[in-house]
């Protein structure tokens, strides 16, 4: 479900795919090809030597996110995705209104998604 889920993110043309903690923050644009070796998932766009390296067995759950945007009365739209000892995102991907309504609708309409932990990636 998690490589499924990054996959459909991953082809969603400028999607920013933002990692940040405390005192860094780094950002990559879409569309990003998504491969899983090790039980990692590296997300790469084609032609930048940047990527992401995602470690899934830590991953518990995705959540579908609207939040205030930049402007008043704006909304963001992303898709979080939470470390199995975290109460903060590990990978925030942003996403247009439509993309993220297509994506949602994609997985069921499920705001929040459970990896199915110490089964392997899917």
């Given at each position: 479900?998690?490589?499924?889920?990054?996959?459909?993110?991953?082809?969603?043309?400028?999607?920013?795919?933002?990692?940040?903690?405390?005192?860094?923050?780094?950002?990559l644009l879409g569309?990003?090809?998504?491969?899983?070796?090790?039980?990692?998932?590296?997300?790469?766009?084609?032609?930048?030597?940047?990527?992401?390296?995602?470690?899934?067995?830590?991953?518990?759950?995705?959540?579908?996110?609207?939040?205030?945007?930049?402007?008043?009365?704006?909304?963001?739209?992303?898709?979080?995705?939470?470390?199995?000892?975290?109460?903060?995102?590990?990978?925030?991907?942003?996403?247009?209104?439509?993309?993220?309504?297509?994506?949602?609708?994609?997985?069921?309409?499920?705001?929040?998604?459970?990896?199915?932990?110490?089964?392997?990636?899917?």
């Amino acid at each position: 479900m998690i490589l499924d889920l990054l996959r459909a993110l991953g082809g969603v043309r400028e999607a920013n795919f933002v990692v940040r903690n405390a005192d860094a923050l780094s950002e990559l644009l879409g569309p990003l090809r998504v491969t899983e070796d090790g039980g990692w998932a590296t997300l790469e766009r084609e032609g930048c030597p940047c990527h992401i390296h995602l470690r899934l067995e830590q991953m518990a759950e995705a959540r579908f996110v609207q939040e205030p945007g930049f402007s008043p009365e704006t909304k963001a739209y992303c898709v979080q995705f939470f470390h199995a000892n975290g109460d903060r995102p590990v990978l925030m991907i942003y996403l247009s209104e439509p993309a993220y309504q297509e994506v949602l609708g994609r997985f069921g309409g499920q705001e929040r998604i459970a990896f199915n932990r110490g089964a392997g990636p899917t």
